[in-house]
Antibody, heavy 121, light 110 residues
Framework: EVQLLESGGDLAQPGGSLRLSCTAS????????MSWVRQAPGKGLEWVSG????????HYADSVKGRLTISRDNSNNMLYLQLNSLRAEDTAVYYC??????????????WGKGTTVTVSS | QSVLTQPPSVSAAPGQKITISCSGS????????VSWFHQLPGTAPKLLIY???KRPSGIPDRFSGSKSGTSATLGITGLQTGDEADYYC???????????FGGGTKLTVL
């Protein structure tokens, strides 16, 4: 069974940093693109970043460019999202999602349960 | 402001059918496949329709998708109370090299 489990969400200060992790299992991890999608309280879905299966290609939403960095460790089936210079508007549930193909432009066919980031002083 | 436009809400009685529209542009819906996701209260989103009109295994044929030009539509027939959820359309936007979503539509089954 394909499973994605996010971790690392926490309460952080404005201007601080966090690293989110996503542990993948049940599929050939390096063969699939991955994305991070967030959802602010009471709001809709916002895609923030994606990475190809090989990690050669990464993409970011304009709203987070320069502050968020996506990466992956294919040896350990792990996806990461480094969040820097945190702002109140980064407060959200962050979901890890698997793409249906090697690029992150494919549809997202499996989603994790999410991890919560709260930015507040 | 979402790149893709959906109605904020739709409602109907059990057994009825509804459609949810999703409007975009040539850089997203017009030249890429559309997916639909549903999100039950307090849970993670789940894939409902992919590549405009295909259903993942386990999704009943009460759910259907279509696309025409720069718009897409989700249809649900034989509404059940368990269908109450938020529904999102999404697709790749070639001009910004990013996934884009609609703002979501809340379905209420009266």
């Amino acid at each position: 069974e394909v499973q994605l489990l996010e971790s690392g969400g926490d309460l952080a200060q404005p201007g601080g940093s966090l690293r989110l992790s996503c542990t993948a299992s049940g599929f050939s991890f390096s063969g699939y693109g991955m994305s991070w999608v967030r959802q602010a309280p009471g709001k809709g879905l916002e895609w923030v970043s994606g990475i190809s299966g090989s990690a050669h290609s990464t993409h970011y939403a304009d709203s987070v460019k320069g502050r968020l960095t996506i990466s992956r460790d294919n040896s350990n089936n792990m996806l990461y999202l480094q969040l820097n210079s945190l702002r109140a508007e980064d407060t959200a549930v962050y979901y890890c999602a698997k793409s249906a193909g090697a690029g992150n432009y494919y549809y997202m066919d499996v989603w994790g349960k999410g991890t919560t980031v709260t930015v507040s002083s | 402001q979402s790149v893709l436009t959906q109605p904020p809400s739709v409602s109907a009685a059990p057994g009825q059918k509804i459609t949810i529209s999703c409007s975009g542009s040539s850089s997203n819906i017009g030249n890429n496949y559309v997916s639909w996701f549903h999100q039950l209260p307090g849970t993670a989103p789940k894939l409902l329709i992919y590549e405009n009109n295909k259903r993942p295994s386990g999704i009943p044929d009460r759910f259907s998708g279509s696309k025409s030009g720069t718009s897409a539509t989700l249809g649900i027939t034989g509404l059940q109370t368990g269908d109450e959820a938020d529904y999102y359309c999404g697709t790749w936007d070639t001009s910004v090299a990013a996934w884009v979503f609609g703002g979501g539509t809340k379905l209420t089954v009266l």
